[in-house]
């Protein structure tokens, strides 16, 4: 089986710099796309994501760069920026006959605000000739470059490229689980960011561990019930992706998702939330995106629309648990 040696990761984020250092320990070679200069000189210079990552030291065999195109000669590439500089980001790339055929695998979290499309599709738009492949589950950026054990799903349609993908990143404490299932791999991602929002909201409130099991286990509901409609395989919402990682983000104050629930509840406004962070909360873009697709898809996903509906403005967070208490009572339907 053919594995491949030389990775360009795309976005020097949190993520996508844990992502490097877990390949440079694995073996691979480097190359680390940053938006910004200054990420560029601390990763070359000092073995350090000063402004994103500062308490990971790097393998200095990770190359940081700001010439995205040099990218295109790696062996595969993997997208990390955040879902809303996604398409303009890989725009840059149309075209590029190096990449034809080459996977790309996307480890972004998110729906494009626009268009309201997962990563997948904004991927076959802009590289129509690149191979998708998503890589999604439980693991905090820290954690990875920190060498702690982390499961997640890396989800490809062709399976001999999925099986070389999963070879390729593993690492000794990094294990990848083969899926071909990539739509039900994004799915799991976008909307544990949303239900984790109202996780953190529940705590945040002072409402109670019941109230906060009762949104994970009922939010699991909604993100499978948008996977069937959608087409994923519903099963795949049950492992590492899904599940998985709803459980991760819905439970610690270490998730932005989380947190930024948590400070809402608390009484802050998502202004102040926002403008004190450097980093992104993806579940804050995604919720509208979200509440409009299950709208449209006649799916029934309450506490994705609560979320959108209180991050947007239109209602008040205490008046969210009366809305979600007074629906009709029904028979429990996943
Ligand atoms: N941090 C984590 O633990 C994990 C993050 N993810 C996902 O990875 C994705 C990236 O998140 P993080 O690495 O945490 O980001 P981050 O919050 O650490 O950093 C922000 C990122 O946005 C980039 N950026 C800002 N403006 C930009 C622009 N105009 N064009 C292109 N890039 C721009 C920055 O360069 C940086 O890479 C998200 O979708 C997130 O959900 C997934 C798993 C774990
Ligand atoms: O996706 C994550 C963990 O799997 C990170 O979650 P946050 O983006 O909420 O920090």
Redesign the pocket.
Known sequence: MTEYQNFGVI????????LAQSLATGGRDVTLW???KE?VDSINDENVNK???PDARLSPKIKATQDLKSLTDCDALLS????Q??R??LDELKGIDALSGKPVVL????IEISTREFMSDVLRETLPNVVPAVL??P??????AKGLPTAVTLACEDKKIGEALIESVAAPTFRPYLSTDVLGAEIG?AVK?VLAIACGMVLGMELGRSAHAAIIARGFAEMRRLGVALGCEPETLTGLCGLG?LVLTCSSE????MSCGLALGRGESLDDILGA??????GVASAPALKEMATKLNVDMPISAVVADILSGDMDIQNALITLLSRVHKTEVL
């Open positions: 976005g020097a984020g949190a993520w996508g710099t844990a940053a938006f910004e990420c402004l994103y990552l990390v920026v955040p879902a500089h996604t303009r980001t480890c972004s979290k998110g999604s589950g693991s905090f950026a820290i954690d990875v991602g960011n990682d270490q998730s932005r998702n962070r450097n980093s992104v909360t993806e």
